[in-house]
């Protein structure tokens, strides 16, 4: 697994920017960090170098009792969301350390962004693999069904991959190479060229190059 670290957010929606050209920049509004380390993973203890960060405060009332026993140690009271990134040297990082937006990414920087995609449920071949599908005169008898899916007699059996109907989205999606058009970071706001996956107040993962 790669070494990199990043942080958590929640996105927002979509707007769009003007740069000092006059040009239109659509962009996703992220609300990003800040981000406190939970616990630190070395590979004496753990047998991985990593660090685990929490997002989304929580209320105390919210908390079970073994994760206000977990966090605690850092000084937190409780998360919604709790998250590991692998680091190539987790002694730069301290249990109760903030991990902020200006920290991580400067504007113009790419970064990869990781997102849970839409889900649209049970969907058929038309909306799920863009099949055509058949005519839609009164006459016909054949209008969105996928078709033939058998092979006669060898090999006898559907061939594993078919486009067929089936559950559509909501899927675990890394988008490569976003621009980071502005950083915010008093705002704890973050503005990525286009779109991003994820539907809005969404738990994104954002990774520094």
């Known amino acids: 697994m790669p070494k990199t670290m990043g942080m958590l957010g929640k996105k927002i929606g979509m707007t769009r920017v ?7 920049i659509p962009v996703t509004v992220v609300e990003a960090g800040p981000c406190k380390v939970l616990q630190v993973k070395t590979q004496n203890t753990d047998g991985y170098d990593a660090i685990q960060v ?3 405060v929580k209320k105390a009332s ?3 009792q073994p994760m206000a026993g977990h966090v605690k140690k850092a000084g937190a009271e409780g998360y919604y969301h709790i998250q590991e990134f692998r680091v190539s ?3 730069e990082y301290a249990m109760g350390q903030d991990i902020t937006l200006d920290a991580l990414f400067k504007t113009g ?16 071949v038309i909306k799920r693999h863009g ?6 005169g009164h006459g016909s008898t054949f209008h969105r069904a996928p078709g033939s899916i058998g092979c006669s007699a060898w090999p006898s059996r559907v061939v594993k991959g078919k486009k067929m109907p089936g559950r559509m989205g909501n899927n675990t999606v890394l ?3 976003v621009v980071v058009v502005d ?23 954002i990774y520094s190059k």
């Open 18 to 24: 003007f740069n000092e050209m006059g040009n239109v």
């Open 54 to 56: 929490g997002f989304g």
């Open 62 to 64: 919210r908390v079970n």
């Open 89 to 91: 040297d987790p002694s």
């Open 109 to 124: 920087v790419t970064v990869d962004v990781q997102g849970t995609s839409k889900g649209h449920g049970f969907q058929g």
């Open 131 to 136: 099949f055509k599908g058949g005519g839609a």
């Open 175 to 177: 988008k490569k190479n």
């Open 183 to 205: 950083v915010r970071s008093e705002e704890n706001i973050v503005l990525l060229k286009g779109p991003v996956p994820g539907a809005k107040n969404g738990l994104l993962k």
